[in-house]
């Protein structure tokens, strides 16, 4: 009963958002607009953005090497985007890895790891998207005068010391042993067998953590394809969103629906964007 609530509010909370958003005086130019939009920004973002799956492809395909699992490129690239599909329209976002990792464990027999690189494969995307808000948001401020920016420096700080902070706790043998013994104190025992779980899951790359760097600047790249297929998406429309806005900002916006509960981010992503490029950015 509890979880039916649970998934009726996150769709209220999806159709509400999703209804605010299209309600808005600008929408009523939106059909126009996308209809008048420049074909050729419109094909340059279609085929960066299929550059940029492939890219994440790529990525996921390095994590599964460290582990000693070769799987063939195309292979993957399905398995990638059947997840991104069920991620996008169907289901939430961590339900989008499951698929995908379910599909490569089906093919390659091997559960355990397969689950593994989908986990660390979603940590390095997060840990990528951070440090790239945190280095934009600092450039920002120093650079550009955005003063107003420091707040959400500062957040985005503290964000990617707590993920550091995880990182370390799960990737060092030292700190797991300290750890272990300290969640076996008072109420903290319940997430003993969680942490357990979770730093036995990357045991396979504490050795190879050259290939967690390597991993972590693929997800650059592919961060920085992103952001051209939005600026591209922009400039089709005449949204008039300068690229560095697209740099500083888009980092950010994949954490809203960890924040606010939805159905697969839906009204979610949308409301973050309408937020930070016409609020927080001051942009059109």
């Known amino acids: 009963m509890k979880g039916k609530l649970i998934n009726a509010a996150k769709i209220a909370i999806s159709l509400g958002l999703m209804a605010f958003l299209f309600t808005r005086p600008e929408m009523s130019q939106a059909g126009q607009m ?23 492809v790529y990525k996921w395909q390095l994590l599964l090497r460290a582990q000693g699992i070769e799987v063939p490129f195309g292979s993957l690239a399905s398995h990638f985007i059947t997840g991104l599909f069920f991620a996008n329209f169907l289901l939430p976002m961590v339900a989008g890895d499951v698929v995908r990792g379910y599909g490569l464990a089906r ?13 660390v494969d979603r940590m390095v995307g997060l840990a990528s998207f951070l440090f790239a808000g945190l280095l934009a948001l600092a450039l920002a401020v120093a650079l550009m005068g955005r003063d107003d920016f420091r707040w959400l420096m500062f957040i985005v700080l503290l964000a990617n010391l707590a993920f550091a902070a995880l990182f370390l706790a799960l990737i060092s043998r030292r700190l797991r042993g300290v750890l272990e013994r300290a969640l076996k104190l008072g ?14 899951a990357i045991d396979a790359y504490r050795d190879n953590l050259p290939a967690l760097l390597l991993a972590f600047l693929v997800a ?44 697969g981010g839906l009204g979610v992503n949308q409301g973050t964007f309408v937020l930070l490029y016409s609020r927080v950015a001051g942009v059109a």
């Open 187 to 200: 109420f903290l025992s319940r997430l003993l067998p969680v942490y357990a779980r979770l730093s036995k």
């Open 34 to 56: 996308l209809l008048s939009a420049n074909l050729w920004y419109v094909t340059v973002a279609v085929v960066v953005y299929i550059i940029a799956i492939l890219v994440n």
């Open 107 to 119: 093919d390659s027999e091997q559960a355990a790891e397969s689950a593994i690189s989908v986990l």
């Open 220 to 263: 650059l790249a592919g961060l920085v394809l992103t952001n051209l297929v939005n600026y591209c998406s922009a400039r089709a429309v005449e949204a008039g969103i300068p690229l560095v806005y697209i740099f500083i900002l888009n980092p950010l916006t994949p954490f809203a629906p960890l924040l606010i509960p939805s159905v």
